[in-house]
């Protein structure tokens, strides 16, 4: 790819990694009867572990969204010069 190419990639990375950021908050903060229907994990009030939360899924929504910042971040340099 060129580097034209991934630079229009920049905002749609750090757009990725700050919604990964909420899911993550989400994933933490909320047990997992209360997660939204769509999110692993989720599971019905009843069931045994209804009340608990979701550390890991957070913790990978956090590592991949620092993953998106670090490509936007490493695409904002100065463009390389051709020989």
Do not use: N
Not at 29 to 44: A, N
């Amino acid at each position: 790819m060129s580097s034209t190419t991934l630079r229009k990639l920049i905002v749609p990375a750090i757009v990725v990694g700050v919604v990964l950021v909420i899911v993550a908050i989400v994933y933490f903060v909320t047990p997992e009867h209360s997660l939204p229907s769509f999110f692993p994990g989720h599971t019905s009030a009843s069931s045994a572990e209804a009340d608990h939360h979701h550390t890991k899924h957070g913790i990978a929504a956090i590592v991949v969204a620092l993953a998106c910042f670090a490509f936007a971040w490493f695409q904002t340099g100065p463009k390389a010069k051709s020989a």
